[in-house]
Structure formats: structure tokens, C-alpha cells
């Protein structure tokens, strides 16, 4: 898994490359009046960051959607991402299947399996990425493509340049997160992490960071945001029955000073209920590279926590059992 993150840089690039060079028919040529991404667990969060750098710059709806059925409103002028890394996730299928329902314009992205039989049978338009990686281990090529055939559909700007500057910022700093990775993973050690994004910029990555603890390291964790989490969730902590967390903030240059001043305010009225804070900033210049980065160093952490813990960072078996166990399931 570890070289998997190293890896990412190229995997940047490359998803930019295999995006440019999907041609496709559409039905519609422009217009579309928003954008639906169908997607479960790793697959998702590639539409959770292609939703979060949209929505710095454009008025382009688009709404991240994870279950079976898609969501209310989707008509012609929606364009539809069904994207599953597998290709076999069952809740990307059936939303697949929703597509014929409705009368939405309709993107596979996937490495294969069935979602990609069904798309070549159905001739919708299908993005083919890379597989045999985990699905989180393939963000880039779950969320980059999506911003190329955007492009093309005339619906942003292009984001090659960003694209290249978050590879080059990761490629530059990776064997630095590396290292500080591993300083994080020793004071996480059978202690919980609470991640708080302090930025809507960051947002995805706060949930990232929790989702590469559960299935990278197989802990528990938690996210939140500031300045909202000052206003309810701080009541939480200082319970005798919660063990005391780990906190990170994630900062970035959007980060409103006052929301800075409140996480400061708010660490020293929950004294004693936390083992350390952390506050970890985003680097890079645009957005993407802002974003990608930090999720980049979270999910270092979450590795480094796992080799720590002996564990195995790509063995997810009760995700698997699950899917398995539902795949015989009826109904
Ligand atoms: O990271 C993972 O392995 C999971 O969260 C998967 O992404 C999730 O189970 C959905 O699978 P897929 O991305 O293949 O559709």
C-alpha cells in the first residue's frame, strides 16, 4: 500500500491522459444542467474530490451519490457518473441499472468486472482505468478522468496544469510525509483520531483520513468540521466512557483566521480530554493540488499506523465477506 501512495504522482498523470483520450458520442453535446457521481466507498470519494475542485470555481451542480437508487430530479440534462472501481459493487450496478429509467446521459468509469460488460453491451460510454490496485489506492484514476470528460463536454476549464502540479508537489514531499507519517502513526498508537477539517476545501479529506484509518490501519475514527463541531461536538469530549482521541485540523489557505482562533479556544476548553492536537496544512498553489495533497499525507498516516500495527493495509476482509455474503442474498 505504501508504494501504492508513492506511486501516485504517476497515477496522476496518467488518469489526466486516459480522461483526454475518451472521445465519446454523446447523445447531448452541451448543456447539461448538472452532474450525478454513483459511486461506494474509494470509488466515491473520486467524485467527492472532483464535486469539492468544481465547486471553487464553477455553479456546475453536482451531488456525490452513494446508493442503489439514484436520486430525485435526474432528467436529460443530468449527466451520470457510475463509477466502481471493481465494477462489481452492487450498489453501483443497480444504480447502472437506474440509468435506463431515467433519461440522463450516462459515464462508466471502472477497471472491469461487470459494470464495464454492461456498459460495452448497453455502447455507453465507458472510461477504462488501470486495475489491480484497491479502490483507494486508485483515487487518481477514480477522480481525474471525470474532470477530462467534463472538459470536453465543454462544462469546466481543463485541469491539466493542476493535475501536473499536484503530482509534482507529491512526488516533491512524499518522502517527508513519510517520515512525519510515522512520528503521527507513534503517538496514534491504541489511541482513536479525530480529524477536523478547519476549510470546505478539505472536507473530503477529513472523511478520507477516516476512511484510510478504518480500512488501511482497521481502526476507528472520526470526522468533523469547524466552525460547525464548536457548536455541538465539543460537548462530547471529557466523557468518562470516550477514550481520549488524537486530534488533527486540517488547514489550508482558504481557512478563515476566526476558525483557526475557534479550534485554538476550543482545544483549551477540552484540556484533558484529548492526548495531542495536530494541526496539518495544505501546501500546493491551486485547489486540486491542495486537496489532493493533504489526502495524500492522511492516507501515509493511516499505512504507517498499520505497519505499526502490524496489520495489513490492503486486506479488507469484512468489506469483502460482506459483498459476498450479500451477492448470495436474494432481494
Ligand atoms: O476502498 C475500498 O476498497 C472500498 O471502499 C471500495 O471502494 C468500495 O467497497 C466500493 O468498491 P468499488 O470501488 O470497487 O466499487
Redesign the pocket.
Known sequence: MRQMVFGFPEQLLRAWTIGMQCHFNFKRKAGFDNVVIA??????IGGDVVRTVLGEETTLPVLVWRDYQLPPGVNRKTLVFV???????EE?LSAYEETKRCSGQVVVITSGGKLAAMAQGDRIPLVLVPGGM???ASIGF?SVPMLAVLYHLGLCRSYEADVHEASRLIERRRQYWWREAKRSARFLFNRWPIIYSLSRLLDVAAYRWQ?QFN?NAKVLAHWGCLPEASHNEIMGFGSAATPAPVLFGLVDRSTHPRTILRWRQMLKLIRGAYTRARLVRSEGRLPLARLLGIIVVGDLISVALAEQRGVDPIA?LK?EQL?HDLGRKKG
Open positions: 459511486g461506494m466507498g474509494g470509488s466515491a463509477s466502481s472501481c471493481s465494477g462489481n459493487t453501483a484497491p479502490p483507494r477514480m476512511c480500512e479488507i468489506i459483498k
